[in-house]
């Protein structure tokens, strides 16, 4: 029984971290956002100014992640049936996550006070060692065949092909570059692995 609690507690650990790590970068996006603006030269792109480019991100993030924004009504781009219904599918799995965050933090909190009062080595080798060794394997395959990647991430989210905007019905793709995705992708796995040890320093606290 003791090594399916560890195992279950580990999973919840593991699950916790991920979440998170989607959340930050959702919620920090929008700097990284700036960043790529000057970086792809998006503006000489879209010919638009980097204001307007960050006030259609800004519309685009408003519309995902608050719940009392219905529709999305991009100021600068107009968007296909296909394309306002592949948003609307992100929404969806963005507030999933965020539900199973707050359910995950709450078990996560029950469960490293359940470790420090049992001494346990849950969060050491091969658990611990798993939880930091995967995400880097992961991150290996992201820089070196990021388009594999990113095609069957979408497979395995979307069960439909509407995440392939076609830049003349849904023009905004074209100010979203594939790059600025991967640095999404990085960012999340190193706060994954920064969670990852703060939760070990915190079990391991005053011990």
Not at 125 to 139: C, G, M, R, W, Y
């Amino acid at each position: 029984m003791d090594i399916l609690k560890r195992i279950v507690s580990s999973f919840i650990i593991l699950l916790f971290a991920m979440c998170s790590s989607i959340t930050t970068v959702i919620f920090i996006s929008p700097f990284l956002y700036r960043l790529c603006i000057a970086w792809f030269n998006l503006t000489d792109i879209s010919g638009l100014t980097q204001a307007q480019l960050l006030e259609n991100y800004d519309t685009m993030l408003s519309y995902l992640v608050n719940p009392t924004v219905h529709d999305l009504n991009m100021p600068y781009f107009s968007m296909s049936e296909g394309g306002a219904q592949h948003f609307e599918e992100v929404k969806v799995l963005f507030f999933i996550n965020f539900v199973i965050l707050v359910i995950l933090l709450l078990l996560t909190i029950w469960v490293i006070s359940y470790i420090k009062k049992r001494n346990w080595q849950l969060v050491m080798a091969p658990h611990f060692t798993f939880k930091l060794a995967f995400p880097l394997i992961l991150l290996f395959f992201i820089v070196v065949a990021f388009d594999q990647v990113f095609i069957l991430f979408h497979q395995l989210l979307f069960n439909n092909d509407l995440w392939l905007f076609n830049p003349l019905e849904d023009p905004v793709i074209t100010v979203l570059p594939q790059e600025f995705f991967m640095m999404l992708f990085i960012i999340a796995l190193l706060v994954y692995e920064l969670i990852i040890l703060a939760i070990r320093k915190i079990v391991y606290w005053n011990k």
